[in-house]
């Protein structure tokens, strides 16, 4: 599957992975040739392999589930670096 240099950048632009001009010819092959390994998964027949959730057999590790005073806002954000209120404050990753 061939990548263009356009999708290679909105790809790392969506990352916020700072890729140089002349990085990106060499980013788009290698990005196809990774989709392009992938891409051999849809030619193994899978007709009557039974779905698996997990190959180990599970059992439950939960501890007894018992009420705790929490923690307060002030020691939950102690270390926070930028808050608002009670909140932690982070950039916003949506464009306006």
């Keep these: 599957m061939a ?8 790809t790392s632009h969506l990352a ?30 899978c007709a009557g392999v039974a779905p698996l ?6 059992q439950n590790v939960f501890r007894e589930d018992v009420p705790e005073p929490s ?3 002030d020691l939950a954000l102690a270390n926070a670096p930028a808050r608002d209120q009670d909140f932690y404050a982070v950039p916003a990753v949506l464009e306006p």
Aim: hydrophobic share 45%.
């Design 71 to 73: 923690l307060g806002a």
């Design 16 to 45: 916020r992975i700072r890729l140089h001009e002349s990085e990106l010819p060499a980013m788009a092959r290698e990005l196809s040739a990774v989709l392009d390994y992938v891409k051999q998964l849809d030619s193994v027949d």
């Design 53 to 58: 959730t997990h190959p180990l057999t599970v």
């Design 3 to 10: 990548v263009s240099i356009d999708e290679v950048r909105w």
